[in-house]
């Protein structure tokens, strides 16, 4: 139990330093949204004055900072200077989009990876790995970039695939079935990217893992009294292999927001990777944080979850941690 | 045949036939060792019979070949190993998982790492249960306490809930046994049971062996280095020697007029505790001098023949087979030439 | 005389952790004390969690004492600072029960016996190689074996090798920690037989730390027995072997495997 404190707290500390950081590197680059404005003749240099005020430009940075802690906490974000609209709702909606890949992506990445895993380190050495082993190795080195694209070539060139967007023009009109038929249709490309891209990784991982355990004394004792094969590979090997795959489990559960923005950007899917883009190159000062916080959040929660996973899964993680 | 049944169980089958067994092992550098080299003997229903031998005899080589558990560089090269008249080397792969654990238990070397780091006792145990027999929740909890009840004698509830890591070397030794004769196996093969334990824990476990094979009449095959462990537990000992019986016979007969010059020269190595004089203390032990032999290489001759304080012209040379110098005993040796 | 190790009241206590194995809180000392002059042999017995292990860290200096004193040749090894302890190191050495982990795998015996050597900065090159090969006679492991790898030799062959690393630097005092109990037991009696051997010719002093009675009464002038951090009996073999006073000491004689005797009391199943 107090490990598990330890670590929340821990997890706590981290999130404020992240989000003082953020906060310092944006108010401190050079440059503001209201730079660009001042170049525009129509805008008197008063409201550019006013809107300054009205942001709170002109105090002092840890009063700002306070200031934007305080509303963060009560569930305000700030304002987009460029969108003109407050940025918590712009964030939800983005990250909806961006987790709809993401979560199908990454279920879709474990659930090929663990059997071919378990299933190449059993075979470990022989041709069914070695073609396996050659497959991960060739799509690690392709770029995710080249991926993307590739694809988006194949969208283009047979046109099975629509080339970017959420959904089609008219989806409002259509039936409920049809609308999911259209969601889908767009999502399949990007997810398909997403899993190119993480399931060589996974699929390394789950392979080493299994293949250390399998020469394990244990296992061979569980063999000699009989436990059948499957239950061998997955009840026992993988089982016992389990605690640096939750490891990266955790990891994955955290880049759910942050892993897909070249993804995102490539296929023009509407998701918080696009948004921290353009609001980067906009000096969109809250629009950054935020967006960089909301992702922070995933990852330290994802590492706390890990955490959470394997003080559970590993027993012996009970006795080994021992107060000072 | 090598190494008979007593007579008063020779009107039945035996359970276990070794008969002509060569196994090898080839190293990644092409060299082959002969881990046996012709291994004759038979093992009575409820026998206990001790295999006696040190590092490089085949003692290992033996356990792993009965269960079909040879690592991939293995080869069992040629003989034969009937189980109830069933040869074991040519069991199917779905027959050989029924066999492990179902008609042939083991239990392995190092308790230390042979049970799953992550899982509980009792999950362990009841694993080894539901692999053989279909069971219901109930029976199987049932069943799984029962086990545990008798090796365990208290304690039993709470060794069940905890894990390997949480136990001593002896209660991990006695979850091993429990997961050996949890489907009542005919046969036990108990790969050096008591290496790593203390004296005290060593008699206990000892001591558990003797009332499992009384309650439950099982035959064992109990391998060790230590022939002092045998006495008082086996029936039969069987001396191995650079993977070929030296000698075998009744536990009695081998421990006190061994035949064999290694066998005897192994026994006069035990050190002589309660020596009351102080100089036949620090008195230097007797050894057996020289090296185990290296076992990719085939000599011609006797394999004990160059660390042999008997040795003769014809040791060189020929192989001694089995020669009979009483009944049931018998010895490799051209000293009994026949 | 002055005996050449001398410890006084050891106490050491581990900081209890939230560990359910009691061995973690059993391996403490309690007040231990016991005296081994010099070229002879006092054999340590006790079961494991008795702290056997922990005073043999304490006297090689390996683990600080909470409180007691150690002395070596009369000098307390506490009041030495660092220079004087690298200087005092050599006179006390260790050999482990396991040589599989206590030797690098992946060094030539020749390598590993001369590490000593080259930790204290002893002698040049060429003189480490031939006091080397000297050891490895010493020992008895045939110099063509000098160049293989310590993973490529016998369990026995490693013990002498770790015993002859230990006589390197040319202690006064080997302690021998379980360092027989791995071993098939015609090793186990060669490796008595060099301790023996080496005993006689160099005037060592021995601690032989084990549970196996019969070989500590077997090698030991005295021994002394250890249960949950102290010593609760100690003597010369003989008067220990005779008449045993403690029921720890009487547990562990009985548990020595029994048939050397005579054939009469032989139990057959």
Redesign the interface.
Known sequence: MRYLLRRTLHAVFLLFGVSLLTFLFSALTPGNYFDEMRLNPQISPESIAALHTQYQLDRPLPVRYAHWLNAVAHGELGFSFAYNSPVAPLLWVRARNTLLLTVTAALLAWLLALPLGVWSASRFGRVPDRVVSWTTATLLVIPDLVLALGLLILAVRTGWFPTGGLVSVGYEEFSPLHKLGDLALHMTLPVLALVLATLPMLVRHVRASVAEVLDAPFLRAALGHGIPHRKLLYGYALRAAANPLISLFGFSVGTLLSGSLLVEVVMSWPGLGPLLLESILARDLYVVIGGVLLSMIFLVAGNLFADVLLYWADPRIHTAVSPK | MGGKCPPLVQEMTPLLEVKNLHVSYSARTGEVCHALAGVNFDLAPGEILGVLGESGSGKSTLAATFLRLLPSNGKIQKGSVLLEGENLLEASAQDLRKIRGGRIGLIPQEPSSSLHPTLQIGQQVSDVLTAHETLDRRSLNHKTSQLLASVFPKDAQRISRSYPHELSGGQRQRVLIAQAIACGPSLVVADEPTASLDPTTQQEILHLFRTLRQKLGLAMIFITHNPALLAGLADRILVLYAGRIAEIGPAARVLYSPQHPYTAALLRCLPSHFAESRSARKAKPSVIPGEPPDLSLRENGCQFEPRCAERMEVCKSDEPSAAVVNELHEVSCFKFAG | MRPLLKVENLVKHY?A???????DRLAALDGVSLSIPSGETLALVG??GSGKSTLALCIACLETPTSGSISFEGIDVATLDENQQRLFRPQIQLVFQDPASSLNPRWTALEIVSEPFLVQRRFTKPDRTVRALQLLDRVAIPRKLAGRRADEL????KQRLAIARALALEPKLIILDEALSAL???????I??LL??LQASLGLAYLFIT?????A???A?RIAVMDRGRIVESGP??NI??SPNHEATR??L????????S?SV????
Request: charged share 25%.
């Open positions: 900081a952790g939230r560990s359910t194995r009691s061995k079961e494991s016998s369990g026995g062959q098939d037991c015609s090793v186990q009696a060669l008595a037989n023996l051997e549970h196996d009675f019969a070989m009464a077997h090698l002038d073999t003989e072997l005779r547990a562990l009985a548990a020595v495997p029994r048939f050397i005797e054939p032989l139990v057959t199943a």
